[in-house]
């Protein structure tokens, strides 16, 4: 091992020296090298890799970041099966200034704390360089067909390096998608030492260290590489691999073509679904007795029923197994099994659906957007399969999630390129083809919030009371936050009318009648202390006595937003007295914007946003009686641009002081010379809610 | 299977489930629970009765003495459900015997029992193992029974009894059966005023004196931050088995400090310390420093520097320092080590340096007590010149003679020979750890204006520096700007200028411009300003707090604001001034104007660093009519 990282082929063993230009930085990498070694005999399947890193340390927080090691014992593989404890092993030494080597004796050091083992590393000062690798080795059996996880990184690190190296080992059946990106340097194949390998290896210098800001796709960006390895027996059905395979496993894979991804997704398309009985619903004894005006209302119908069925009714058995809540339950969630045990058993369901219905329909493969754009796929786990319906408006259909709806397109996916797989059976023809998918707009995306407030008697606190809406892609995030399973479990039993409630079990077992109300009670006290502190951080005050009021779910459809009630009491903060007069700080009632620092002014990366949206809101302030108001001008702001916009106004009517304000993002992506001009009106924003008006006494 | 098979399948699966039914709580229970929840309303289990039992045997191959403890509960779910873990701690020398839990109906709840290493981010590593098991109580009013029970190889480990716990307990009792073949002394501490009832029993059969404890309704221990340690807090019992009696012959066991020291000696003695290992480190030390002061404080110093806290809590290794030698060479230790160290560099040096025991400020015992669970931390005693000075390796930054406070004003036991020495580290006044904010501030495009310098003494310069230099040397401005605009935005710092800041000897100086926006505004002929931008101890109220307030050391703090009025303006209205003096707070906010000025000034002392439990109200009016002063503002006219 040690020859291996430290032997007498390490280029690297007297370079001891950093460039100056570096000489600040907290370390500096002056050697960084991975390998990944895949080897297998028949099934049996080693995959050993190492990392070696040999950093200088120019400082105290350097040197206690690597003065102690902690590492699993054993390592066991997460893919195959009969999979053996393999080797996991430490190796440090520490060169000193004067050039001396103090290896240390990691096995004599370390301690064993459970499946931890730990080490503090001896003699570590300013000025040293540590030199360590850790070699790990994971055994299992494949049944052929073995997919290792995927790693997507960008080149740079937390300190600058001086020389990265990334070597691949493998023989036959073992196949590399590899891709370098935004610059990075390619990998290239070089000699291997033995015939039946094969070696490939990327190297780069002079990496500068990474400091991501916000609103950043890394890979997108910067310098970074992709790679997945897979391993797929000769003999064995290679085609039906999930993973695109290059031809020969000598090649390694760099890019995947749209007519790869059609032969991959075709069976997506058979629309072959078998629909079990009773556990496992036909559509059609839903469909009975019930009319609907369009296509587009039956499967938007569909969809909301398969939920309940499929994944809202079982909720509540499993968290009832989860509290240990009896056996009732547990023989009650065995028969609420989901049918569908991947996407494609998803897409078919409602394929055989459309197909007997002849709704016409495709599917669309995306890619994220954080992922790079899709002539750069290289790993299939990075597309995300929609099946659209083509209705008047289109309808999109993802795996159920509690608050999933199919009104949208996935916002990850919106407004990029993707392939379109075409049904077959439909109007079109079997294929396949590029499109750009829609995107949502300012419109579609909507957080309005109307807030009245009103100061109590003394002039000391704020009652607020607010009407808060999410729509479009606002809405999952906020229903995640506000609604608990118990309140839509409740919601959908009513919907469907549900002859029983399927959480309750008919056992005359006390606890398991009332197990499930107890936990509820408890959960809903942790939810108003959860609540409570979280509005207190979007206010930034002090929030006492919040109660909360769901008006609609908006669970059920796009025409629906998801709308609720606050109320909530801000103490001592936001009023300052002077004299007779208050100073009231109207502004913070916008809530917290976003700060843009000194720093982040010099921004020099792009702008990725997760999708065009409209923050509105009015603010209704009830001037005490014998009180007048001055100071309304600085609440009349206006900022617009191509990136957005910032506009409030203000004016006094019956008494009160009505504000509104609108806060637009109008796009995903904006390039860097558009900073500046989201800068205008984010500051604007910020800007804001520091303003305040005056309460004159009359 | 045939049709009586199957029959008593079904029978026996139903039997088992009615056999579930009686785990449930019983209409009693519920109404039970319901009370309690009533008096313990922020907790969700409760103890309803604790039976502590502790005994005695002896260990005839040690000629020691082992400790029996044993615990069985009756815990309650009082809330609507509760979720909990209970859990034990042993190490090399202790076993737990026992751990399980019970439903209602005496059946075995098998909940999966965990156990493994205790974690602790302070400690690198210790032999201390945790058992632990998590379970659940689905409704108000189920309750389980817990047993437990460990034994002590040596009862020198087993030092104290507590009787609260993590829940509140209804009905706590303690019985510890003494043999007559040993002789024990059971200190009481914290007993003021709690109704604890003691009784005892001879048996004459058993040869033995049963002591027994009792106190109800004892409430669960506090989770306050900062509080004082827990032999401060909460009842205890601290037991000292001073010898016993084995086959007619008498062993001492710890019968007086002098026992506890010999026994620490005993350790000390058993090390082989090799000072040639820093010799070298000790002359280059040494060499060029013009006075011995200058050469103390550059071993210190350098100890602190360079040695990284570290600590190995592994059997003896608890209680005995590693050798100096393997310090130095490995650059870190524990507290023990350090001192060590310290000591060996400074003997080396040609100076009378000595180890040191200490129970820092957490405890609350002194060396009248002669038991292990007296101190905590080991430090260095410099004999120099007829003075004793006290050196902790573990602090930061930490200059020559002046001492921490969690050290200062306790006990510390100083080797001498075969004897020891009793002293208290000296203690500080609060003006020792001043901090001074200055600032001259004018007013332009409606911004406040100006410079500002900050001075800081003592025990805050010594932080400042410790967390200053932890940083990472490319953030290093970075934070600093951050920290001095207190991430606000509407700060702007620049132009900053500090002291050398790796020098603990001297004052710490932070100069820097100042610019501070959204605080000035006018309306019509009337200018408002705000000058309270820091916001100093806005935060520092403490609503339902039970323990009194400890600071991390004694502070006084002061501001000074002075502001320019505006040519052509006059104040029209100032905020009242507000004082308070206090045993342990004293606060002045005082506005005055000097002839073009307005002159805002702040001063915070906290001289005891702490604020009493018995203050607490007092101290959040005084905090409500701050914050009130604080949303006051300044008004000036034309």
Known sequence: ?698 | MNLYAKMLIVLLLSAKMFAQKDTGPTSDDVKIAKDLRDSYSKDDVAILKSVENVSFAINKEKNGVTVNNSISELLMNINHRADISKYEFYDSASKIETFNLKYRNDKMANYPVKDEFYKDKDLFYNDARVKHVSFDFPVQGYTYKYEMQKKYDDVKYFTSIYFNDEFPIVNKTINITVPDWLDIEFKEFNFEGKKIIKTQKKDLKSKATVYTFSLENVPAIYKEKDSPGKTYLYPHILIIAKSFKNNNKEVVLFNSTADLYKWYKSLVDSMKDDSLAFKSKVDELTTNAKTDEEKIKNIYYWVQDNIRYIAFEDGIAGFKPDESNNVFQKRYGDCKGMANLIKQMLKLAGFDARLTWVGTKHIAYDYSTPSLAVDNHMICTLFYKGKKYFLDGTEKFNSFGQYAERIQNKEVMIEDGDKFIIEKVPMCKPDFNKEIYTANLIIEDEKLKGSVSRKYEGEGAAQFLAIFNSFRKDKKEETLEYYLSKGDKNITVNNIKTSDLKNRDQNLTVDYNLSVSNKVTSFDNEIYIDLEFMNEYKNLEFSERKTDYEFDYKTYFVSNVVLTIPQGYKVTKLPQDLLIKENDFDVSVTYKIIGNTIEYKKTFVFKNAVIKSADMNKWNEFNKNLVNNYNQQITISK
């Open chain 1, 1 to 698: 091992m040690k020859e291996f990282f430290w032997g007498k082929n390490d280029i690297y063993s007297n370079v001891n020296t950093i460039p100056d230009k570096w000489k600040n930085e907290s370390a500096v990498v002056i050697y960084k090298y991975e390998n990944h070694d895949y080897h297998n005999y028949r099934i049996n399947v080693t995959y050993t890799s190492g990392v070696r890193k040999k950093i200088m340390l120019l400082d105290e927080a350097a040197v206690k970041e690597f003065s102690e090691f902690s590492f699993l014992d054993k390592v066991y593989s997460d893919i195959g099966y009969a999979r053996k404890a393999g080797a996991n092993i430490l190796g440090v030494k520490i060169i000193k200034p004067n050039g001396s080597v103090v290896e240390i004796d990691v096995d004599k050091e370390t301690k064993l704390i459970d499946n931890q083992k730990k080490i503090a590393i001896s003699n570590l000062e300013v000025g040293d360089i540590i030199d360590f690798y850790l070699f790990s080795q994971e055994k299992f059996k494949s049944d052929g067909s073995s997919k290792f996880p995927k790693v997507e990184r960008v080149l740079g690190d937390e300190y600058p390096i001086m020389n990265y190296k990334l070597n691949f080992l493998s023989e036959n059946d073992f196949f590399i998608n590899f891709n370098s990106y935004n610059g990075a340097p390619e990998l290239k194949q070089v000699k291997a030492e033995r015939s039946s390998d094969r070696k490939f290896e990327l190297e780069a210098k002079n990496i500068e260290k990474e400091e991501f800001s916000k609103w950043l796709y890394p890979l997108v960006e910067l310098p970074s590489y992709k790679f997945q390895v897979y391993f797929a027996k000769n003999g064995g059905d290679r085609n039906g691999a999930d993973a695109f395979l290059s031809d020969r496993e000598k090649d390694i894979k760099k890019t995947v073509d749209k007519d790869e991804v059609f032969k991959k997704y075709r069976h997506y398309l058979s629309g072959n679904y078998y629909y079990n009985g009773s556990v496992h619903e036909d559509p059609k004894k839903f469909f009975k007795d019930k009319k609907f005006g369009s296509d587009e209302e039956r499967v938007r119908a569909l969809y909301y029923y398969a939920r309940y069925l499929y994944l809202i009714r079982p909720i509540e058995l499993s968290v009832a197994g989860e509290a240990n809540l009896g056996k009732e339950y547990r023989y009650m969630q065995t028969g609420f099994n989901t049918p569908f045990y991947s996407d494609e058993d998803f897409f078919n369901y409602f394929i055989a659906f459309l197909k007997s219905n002849n709704i016409d329909y495709d599917i669309i493969l995306g890619s994220a957007r954080y992922n790079g754009s899709i002539k750069d796929l290289l790993i299939k786990d990075n597309l995300t399969p929609v099946l659209r319906v083509n209705t008047s408006t289109p309808l999109y259909l993802e795996y159920f999630t509690p608050f999933s709806g199919i009104d949208y397109l996935n916002s990850d996916l919106e407004n990029s390129k993707a392939f379109l797989l075409m049904g077959i059976g439909s109007k079109k023809e079997d294929g396949i083809e590029e499109i750009i998918l829609p995107s949502s707009t300012i419109k579609d995306n909507v957080s309005k919030t109307i807030s009245v407030i009103s100061l109590n008697d003394d002039l000391t606190n704020f009652n607020v009371n607010r009407e808060v809406s999410y729509s479009g892609h606002f809405k999952a995030d906020e229903q995640k936050e506000k609604i608990p399973f118990y309140k839509y479990v409740e919601e959908d039993n009513k919907l469907y009318e549900a002859s029983k409630r399927y959480g309750i079990p008919k056992s005359k077992d006390e606890i398991e009648k009332k197990g499930m109300k107890a936990l509820i009670k408890k959960l809903e006290e942790n939810f108003k202390e959860k609540h409570t502190n979280s509005i207190s951080q979007e206010y930034k005050a002090k929030v006492e006595d919040y109660s909360l009021a769901i008006i609609k779910s908006g669970r059920n459809g796009v025409k629906e937003p998801f709308q609720f009630n606050e109320e909530f009491k801000i103490k001592n903060d936001f009023i300052k007295k002077a004299g007779d007069n208050y100073i009231i700080e109207i502004g913070k009632f916008l809530t917290s914007q976003i700060e843009i620092d000194k720093k982040e002014k010099d921004r020099k990366n792009d702008i990725y946003m997760p999708y065009p949206r409209a923050i509105e809101n009015q603010i209704t302030f009830e001037i005490p009686q014998g009180f007048t108001v001055s100071g309304l001008e600085k609440l009349n702001k206006s900022v617009s641009n191509e990136t957005g916009r910032f506009i409030s106004t203000a004016i006094v009517k019956d008494n009160k002081l009505v504000i509104e304000t609108s806060k637009h993002y109008n796009n995903y992506f904006e390039p860097n010379s558009n900073w500046l001009k989201m800068i205008q009106f984010l500051d604007a924003a910020y800007q804001f809610t520091q303003e305040k008006i005056l309460l004159k006494k009359i």
